[in-house]
């Protein structure tokens, strides 16, 4: 794949990714990913909120702060999170091995993890499967690391945009992995988007924050923040476009990357693990923004709304009642109206006269639903995208480690 390539994934040019099956979990696996940045690229990171934070991120933040990154360092198959100061002392090393086979400084180097929570690193086989992700190393090289940063994953997350702005060839390219534990507040979720745009390394991550707000904070499959997320922007300044705040080629390439992973986010729900349904739950009528994320993550976390999305079965009952404990302050249930997709299913504190089960069950038998609620007490509104709970959640979180 080359730059004059007019199929998605577009390289982006400054990006390499190479890709090895380093036998970290599974022989013959694809589980160690090195993504090379071209000098001068500006890049941009949120991490977990978590406070067992994994070592990789602890690290990670630390060479961030020191240096601007010239090689991400990718493994699946284990986390190396919840490892005290030996978590810390392999990942130093894995960066270390990098950053002698690259000749850069090892804070030039970001580890990230994901896999199995509380065992020890295999640093011996992340090290010896470097050379090959080095030599593998090529700007068509997205596709097989989409594939190779995958965990529980059933299908690989990858996103590629091309637009024209201000007369310029932009690029956006991004991938992300996560199936499960996944909560905002970077949700076991990966994510790594790159431009070829000049940016600012200050407006990069106000860029950045701004798309994952949008995105990757407002998905939830199963309410778990995990301990390793990370999601990083990249800008590799090597298209014509310079970009500066509060221009229109600001706004466009915003839009651009938050369109990118807004897909990646809903990509993530689409392939909850055991899921069968995407469903978005958008709050209307709030008094602020966060009253309306408070009542649709109570809606979205709820087991018993959750599985009844997995039955299709129009029991909306369990939406009301969901909404009604979400802890707002002086609700009027009676202004209240819920929807399923075009089907009003509550007005004036009950069920709506023109409901009936047949337009309720004809909602729930779609694979994409919309449920609004609108509070009718403000002006503000929110929504989060989730997925249902199917017998397939329990088997495949019940034999993780197996």
Not at 325 to 332: F, K, M, N, S, T
Not at 396 to 402: D, H, K, P, S, V
Request: charged share 20%; net charge negative; with cysteine.
């Amino acid at each position: 794949m080359s730059d004059s390539d007019t199929s998605p994934p577009f390289p982006v040019a400054g990006i390499r990714l190479g890709t090895a099956c380093a036998g970290i979990k599974k022989p013959e696996h694809r589980d160690l990913v090195i993504i090379e940045l071209s000098p001068g690229t500006n890049t941009a990171a949120v991490f977990t909120r978590n406070a067992f934070c994994a070592a990789p991120v602890i690290v990670a933040r630390e060479h961030l702060a020191a240096e601007s990154p010239r090689y991400l360092l990718v493994n699946t198959g284990n986390a190396n999170a919840g490892t005290g100061q030996q978590g810390l002392d392999d990942a130093h090393a894995c960066c270390a091995a990098l950053a002698e086979l690259t000749a850069v400084r090892s804070e030039a180097i970001l580890p990230f993890s994901t896999g199995v929570i509380v065992e020890n690193l295999p640093v011996d086989r992340i090290i010896q499967g470097l050379p090959a992700a080095i030599e593998a190393l090529s700007a068509a090289g997205w596709s097989d690391a989409s594939y190779g940063i995958m965990t529980t994953d059933t299908v690989p997350k990858l996103v590629s945009r091309r637009v024209v702005i201000e007369g310029e060839s932009i690029t956006v390219t991004g991938m992300a992995k996560g199936a499960g534990m996944i909560r905002p507040d970077m949700a076991t979720m990966l994510a790594y988007v790159a431009t070829d745009a000049a940016v600012g390394a200050s407006l990069l991550q106000s860029m950045l924050e701004q798309a994952v707000d949008a995105s990757f904070n407002r998905i939830t499959v199963d309410g778990d923040t995990s301990t390793n997320d990370a999601c990083l922007l990249m800008a590799t300044g090597e298209s014509g476009l310079s970009v500066e705040a509060e221009t229109s080629a600001c706004l466009a390439l915003q839009a651009l990357v938050s369109e990118v992973c807004v897909e990646l986010a809903k990509a993530m729900v689409r392939d909850g693990e055991g899921a069968t349904k995407l469903i978005n739950i958008e709050v209307t009528g709030g008094k602020d923004i966060e009253e309306c994320r408070q009542v649709a993550y109570t809606v979205a976390h709820s087991p018993l709304v959750k599985t009844a999305f997995f039955a299709a079965d129009p029991n909306w009952g369990r939406i009301l009642a969901a909404v009604g404990r979400a802890g707002l302050a002086e609700l009027q249930i009676d202004t209240i109206r819920i929807h399923l997709d075009e089907v009003c299913i509550v007005s004036h504190g009950g069920r709506d006269a023109a409901y009936t089960e047949e337009r309720g069950q004809a909602v729930m038998d779609r694979n994409e639903i919309t449920v609004r609620i609108d509070l009718a007490r403000g002006q503000a509104s929110s929504n989060v995208w989730t997925c249902d709970f199917s017998y397939d959640y329990v088997r495949i979180n019940a034999e993780y480690r197996t």
